[in-house]
């Protein structure tokens, strides 16, 4: 498939205004998006655990305006105007203009509001940027109902990618790839795609526990640090590598084994570091308790044998991860053991979701 493919047909009907409302979840990257071309396009395959509580909740309310020439729209968070939105949201809808012409023809209400707190330091860019994707595409369906939910789906997938790369692993659940891999049938640089293969037992309904280590600002944004590895010397390798552990985890996903499942996507987590850590300029996103929280998973898996790994996002927070079956033990040992290391003792227990969902449609 390629981008022509999204630019639709003159549309059939004509709608004066409407509403429309998604709840997108974020996710969690197994093998890493590190690096793209231009246009979003990724420099390696990624593939992600769809998450199920931390969502973003979106309503876009669209009236039809009088000239079509410039864009018109306001985004509130939890209510509040916030004009500091704006230029991502701009930026957003000159990319995907051509894919979805409606846009100048409408004044758009964007009210949007985060399940997890603003500040915990959880990227937004992902439930965001799919649920606004997601909104703009229940207006499409309703100028030209014949539209398949397939298509809207991939279609989603397809513009969120041009909002956030990440964001377009955030349609649907419960694995997601994102990126060219000759293994994998359907995948694309375009659009994220459900993991079409068998998935053993021991990986459904994963838990994620994401601790909050730093709830600040990232110093360096994930759109700096890709750029930065353009001219980054282990870049070709990095890229090589991600398709090679994609390959290793096709089998690992197939035959359930726990501990080169933990093996692979820690290591993953760490080259994702090493990879800002070496970089020019560098940069470090961990913290002295992402590294305390690293060590302690560790010793505590050497003593007890439970499956607890750990993967890492593009800062200091730490999503632990493990089979649902040992629950119990893995969430004791972080109440005994880690929270001491997390800002306000303040963790979410996630685990494995199912992708977005419409909650309503209000003419
Ligand atoms: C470390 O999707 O946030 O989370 O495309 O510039 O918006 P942009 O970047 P973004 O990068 C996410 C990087 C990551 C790894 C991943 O999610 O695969």
């Not at 846009?103 to 992902?126: C, Q, R, V």
């Not at 970089?279 to 002295?288: A, E, N, R, T």
Request: charged content about 20%.
């Amino acid at each position: 498939m390629t981008e022509a493919q999204f630019i639709p047909k003159p549309y059939t009907k004509t709608v004066e205004s409407g509403k429309v409302t998604w709840e997108s979840p974020s996710n969690i990257a197994l093998v890493k998006y590190w690096g793209k071309k231009k246009d979003q396009i990724p420099e390696n395959p990624s593939i992600s655990f769809t998450l199920s509580h931390c969502k973003t909740i979106t309503t876009v309310s669209f009236s039809k305006k009088e000239t079509n020439n410039a864009f018109s729209f306001e985004v509130f968070l939890d209510g509040e105007n916030k004009d500091d939105f704006k230029p991502k949201i701009e930026t957003f809808f000159k990319r995907i203009e051509v894919y979805l012409p409606f846009l100048k023809d409408y004044h758009f209400n964007i009210e949007t509001t985060n399940t997890f707190p603003h500040s915990s330091g959880i990227a937004s860019s992902a439930s965001g940027m799919s649920a606004l994707a997601l909104c703009l595409m229940s207006i499409e369906k309703q100028l030209n109902d014949a539209v398949t939910e397939a298509y809207c789906n991939k279609k989603a997938s397809f513009l969120a990618r041009l909002g956030s790369g990440s964001a377009c692993r955030s349609i649907e659940g419960d694995l997601v790839v994102w990126g060219k891999h000759g293994n994998i049938e359907g995948s694309s640089d375009l659009f994220g795609i459900k993991y079409p293969y068998t998935i053993h037992e021991n990986f459904k309904n994963y838990q994620d526990t994401i601790l909050l280590v730093d709830k600040g600002e990232k110093q360096v944004s994930s759109s700096v640090g890709h750029n930065l590895m353009y001219y980054h010397p282990f870049a070709e390798e990095r890229f090589k590598q991600a398709h090679n552990n994609l390959s290793k985890l096709m089998t690992i996903l197939e035959s359930g084994d726990l501990n080169a499942f933990i093996a692979l996507i820690e290591s993953e987590a760490l080259t994702l570091h090493a990879m800002m850590m070496t970089s020019m300029p560098y940069f470090i996103l961990m913290k002295p308790n992402t590294l305390e929280i690293i060590n302690k998973i560790w010793d505590f898996r050497k003593k007890s044998g439970w499956h607890i790994g750990f993967t890492l996002d593009a800062g200091a927070n730490v999503h632990v991860l493990y089979p649902e079956k040992e629950s119990n033990q893995i969430l004791e040992f972080i109440n005994n053991e880690l929270v001491a290391y997390i800002e306000n003792a303040h963790y979410i227990v996630d685990k494995i979701g199912l992708g977005a969902k419409q909650l309503t449609i209000d003419n």
